[in-house]
C-alpha cells in the first residue's frame, strides 16, 4: 500500500504564489509518474502537471508558464509551485502516484485525499 499527503494549499489573493507537496511513503519500489490533479466546484477533474522520474513533464495549457513540477527523488515527494494565481484556480489539489511494488508486480495508481486552494481577494 502507498500513502500520499498532500500540504501547502490555503488562501491567496489573485496573483499571488503557494508550493502544494505531496509526499509518498509505503511500499514503493519504483515510482513512474507523479502528477497534480485538480477539481473546482461543479467541474470534472483535470490534469494540472505531472512529472516522470525520467524528466518528462506534461502541463495543461492554463499552467503553461505559471506553474512548475519538481521532485525531490530520495524524499519520494513532489512539488508544485504556483505563481500568478486567478481565481479560476480555485479547486481542490490532488497529488497522484503511479507506482510498482516489485520487480514482478504492475504498476498502480494511488491518489492523496486533496488539498484546498483558493484564489480570492
Known amino acids: 500500500q502507498v500513502q500520499l499527503v498532500e500540504s501547502g494549499g490555503g488562501l491567496v489573493q489573485p496573483g499571488g504564489s503557494l508550493r502544494l507537496s505531496c509526499a509518498a511513503s509505503?511500499?514503493?519500489?519504483?515510482?513512474?509518474?507523479m502528477g497534480w490533479y485538480r477539481q473546482a466546484p461543479g467541474k470534472e477533474r483535470e490534469l494540472v502537471a505531472a512529472l516522470t522520474m525520467g524528466g518528462t513533464t506534461n502541463y495543461a495549457d492554463s499552467a503553461k508558464g505559471r506553474f512548475t513540477i519538481s521532485r525531490d527523488s530520495a524524499k519520494n515527494t513532489a512539488y508544485l509551485q504556483m505563481n500568478s494565481l486567478k481565481p479560476e484556480d480555485t479547486a481542490l489539489y490532488y497529488c497522484?502516484?503511479?507506482?510498482?511494488?516489485?520487480?514482478?508486480?504492475?504498476?498502480?495508481?494511488?491518489w492523496g485525499k486533496g488539498t484546498l486552494v483558493t484564489v480570492s481577494s
Open positions: 509505503g511500499d514503493i519500489f519504483y515510482i513512474n509518474t
Open positions: 497522484k502516484c503511479n507506482t510498482r511494488a516489485s520487480l514482478t508486480k504492475g504498476a498502480m495508481d494511488y
